[in-house]
């Protein structure tokens, strides 16, 4: 390789144990506190889900990554913070809605935000999923001024990616690239010996959600998503 190595590491069940402890974690508490509470609670997360030893442990690298990370000093600085924050706005006639992984205020006027959304994955630059990433976060930014009156200003933040992590397997770029309310659907299909499908898209021309379909063509099958 001419570059650094990069990839999901954890696949998407595995990104979802991640989100899962962050929801559960005190993100107030000392970095030093949650370094040590975060393993054994990845560890019971991902037992629950049935994840592999191997793909545990990867887990819990990820989360302590994640918890190094500079934007958790600015946490415990706010005066609230707000994980896996829902929200439905109205955009040129639709409703968006969605989940923020986390957002908080950087003043006591309430007018600058900042959101938070945590990645286990490296997608390169300009590709289709990082785009995918930047449009999402884009979209949270507007979710915030929509939803929350005094907010003037939002600044987000990518936590991650991790440039050790090893490449991801073909089944976990494919979850990747989806939406994360089809991912389950796929991962369980998979699991259960199921070949990789064809993805067909039809991207919209404005901005709305691309229509997926996955499509098993030696199986006669086809799933919109």
Do not use: M
């Amino acid at each position: 390789h001419d570059g650094p190595t990069t990839g999901t590491g954890v696949g998407a069940l595995g990104g979802k144990v991640v989100h899962r402890t962050f929801e559960e974690l005190d993100l107030t508490a000392p970095r030093e506190q949650l370094a040590e509470q975060a393993p054994p609670l990845v560890r019971a997360l991902a037992a629950e889900a049935g994840l592999s030893a191997d793909l545990t442990e990867r887990c819990v690298q990820v989360v302590q990554r994640l918890i190094a990370h500079t934007v958790l000093d600015e946490v415990r600085a706010a005066s609230e913070h707000h994980k896996e924050l829902p929200f439905a706005f109205h955009d040129h006639g639709r409703i968006v809605t969605g989940i923020i992984d986390l957002a908080f205020p950087e003043n006591e006027s309430l007018t600058d935000w900042v959101i938070v959304d945590w990645k286990s994955d490296a997608p390169a630059p300009d590709s289709p999923l990082r785009k995918r990433y930047e449009h999402q976060l884009k979209v949270y930014g507007q979710a915030l001024l929509a939803t929350i009156t005094p907010c003037r200003n939002v600044r987000t933040v990518l936590v991650g990616p991790y440039p050790e992590l090893p490449n991801p397997t073909p089944e976990e770029h494919l979850l990747a690239s989806l939406p994360e309310a089809a991912q389950p659907l796929l991962a369980t299909a998979l699991a259960a010996g199921a070949p990789l499908p064809q993805v067909l898209r039809d991207e919209p021309d404005d901005e709305a959600s691309p229509v997926i379909a996955l499509l098993w063509p030696r199986h006669l099958v086809a799933v919109s998503l």
